[in-house]
Structure formats: structure tokens, C-alpha cells
Nanobody, 115 residues
Framework: QVQLAESGGGLVQAGGSLRLSCVAS????????MGWYRQAPGKQRELVAT???????NYAVPVKGRFTISRDNAKSTVSLQMNSLKPEDTAVYYC?????????WGQGTQVTVSS
């Protein structure tokens, strides 16, 4: 059973930075796709960024140029560096992994950006 453990959320002022990290356990092979999603109160969960095992990245338009996703296949980790944070980035951020045909999710970490 794959488990994802996130860390790094918190409270930050607008314009500040945070770094989220996620470590996967219980895997035998390299995870195919890892990423981050977020869900704000009253809204649906949405894509933030993804990174393939080969390093190809994809970003949602609202975070492009401000967030950077990276991963370490050997350590089964994925990170999200968030800069120039805005109040509208406030949400619960979830780590995601696509592994052997199954979606896995972390428990979520709260990011709050004050104006």
C-alpha cells in the first residue's frame, strides 16, 4: 500500500514563500507521475502542478512562473516551491501519485496566505 506524507504548510503573508514536501512509501517501482493539487473552501480540488518520472513538468496557469515542482526518484519525494504567494493560493494542498494504475493521495496540508 502506497502512502504519501506531506509537510511544509503553514501561514505566510502575501508575497512570501513556502516549500511543500511529500515522501512516498510502500513502492517497489518508480512512481510514474507525481504532483500537487489544492482545494479551497467551497471549491473543487484543482491541479497545481505535476512532474513525470522523466522530469517533465506541467503547471496550472494561476501558478505558472511562481511555483516550481521537483522530484527525487531515488527518494520517492516530490516538492513544491511556492514563491510570491497570494491570498487566493490559500487552500489545502494534496500530494498525488499515479502508481501501477492507481491514484494515491496524501492527507493534505493547509497553506494560508494573509493579505
Amino acid at each position: 500500500q502506497v502512502q504519501l506524507a506531506e509537510s511544509g504548510g503553514g501561514l505566510v503573508q502575501a508575497g512570501g514563500s513556502l516549500r511543500l514536501s511529500c515522501v512516498a512509501s510502500g513502492t517497489t517501482f518508480t512512481i510514474g507521475l507525481m504532483g500537487w493539487y489544492r482545494q479551497a473552501p467551497g471549491k473543487q480540488r484543482e491541479l497545481v502542478a505535476t512532474v513525470s518520472s522523466g522530469g517533465s513538468t506541467n503547471y496550472a496557469v494561476p501558478v505558472k512562473g511562481r511555483f516550481t515542482i521537483s522530484r527525487d526518484n531515488a527518494k520517492s519525494t516530490v516538492s513544491l516551491q511556492m514563491n510570491s504567494l497570494k491570498p487566493e493560493d490559500t487552500a489545502v494542498y494534496y500530494c498525488h501519485a499515479w502508481y501501477v494504475g492507481t491514484n494515491y493521495w496524501g492527507q493534505g496540508t493547509q497553506v494560508t496566505v494573509s493579505s
